[in-house]
């Protein structure tokens, strides 16, 4: 079955720093890829998404670029704030069935 | 646009009492809403599905007569937890999609979730 596979948190980084969260996944045909975000206390936030290969989803300086040829959606941020400071859920979701398959998430801490 | 809410947030109640949680689309009709749990820091568990006017779909392991479903309307879904225990207690997270034409018909807006607690 389908499934997404997460890098293991926590991570840890200064402000200012690059950040990138690593996304893989397996899917029959092309699901559409997301990124969630869950700030303590909260439910999920959409943070991007794309729908084919190639596309690259893109907010508040996060950007992720759906490959289909090495089946990934990583998630990167050029300057990381303290704001950051989050969980967070790359999900994928198969066309025709609407279930998001979560990874298992990757918690974000950012120190001043 | 988009925004989902769950009502209540925070809810304490007795062991053996019912608590219905309601999941509201605001400002977009949805056809499906998705009731998740989460415990502690984990990932989100699909509990159910359900569709506008039918009878919901669980995953294989939920209880369907302790956790029912009812989605009367393209904005409104709720989850009633009956004869709650204190193994209910988690934080419980509802989201809608939107009816197809409208807005993210392909994407799942969440709720911001209702902790219950169960003594």
């Known amino acids: 079955g389908d499934s997404v596979t997460q890098m293991e948190g926590p991570v840890t980084l200064s402000e200012e720093a690059f950040l990138t969260i690593n996304c893989t996944y397996t899917a029959t045909g092309y699901p559409s890829l997301f990124w969630y975000v869950q700030y303590p206390g909260e439910g999920l936030q959409l943070l991007l998404k794309?729908?084919?290969?190639?596309d690259k989803g893109s907010n508040k300086g996060f950007e992720a670029t759906y490959r289909k040829e090495t089946t990934s959606f990583h998630l990167e941020k050029g300057s990381v704030q303290v704001s950051d400071s989050a969980v967070y859920f790359c999900a994928s979701l198969s066309g025709g069935y609407n279930k998001l398959i979560f990874g298992a998430g990757t918690r974000l801490a950012v120190h001043p | 646009g988009a925004v989902v809410s769950q009502h209540p947030s925070r809810v304490i109640c007795k062991s053996g009492t019912s608590v219905k949680i309601e999941c509201r689309s605001l400002d977009f009709q949805a056809t499906t809403m998705f009731w998740y749990r989460q415990f502690p820091k984990q990932s989100l568990m699909l509990m159910a599905t359900s569709n506008e006017g039918s009878k919901a779909t669980y995953e294989q392991g939920v209880e369907k007569d302790k956790f029912l479903i009812n989605h009367a309307s393209l904005t409104l879904s709720t989850l009633t937890v009956t004869s709650a225990h204190p193994e209910d207690s988690s934080f419980y997270i509802c989201?809608?999609?939107?009816?197809?034409?409208?807005?993210?018909?392909?994407?799942?807006?969440f709720g911001p979730g209702t902790r219950l607690t169960v003594l």
């Open positions: 794309a729908t084919k290969a190639d």
């Open positions: 989201s809608a999609i939107g009816l197809a034409g409208a807005v993210g018909t392909d994407t799942q807006y």
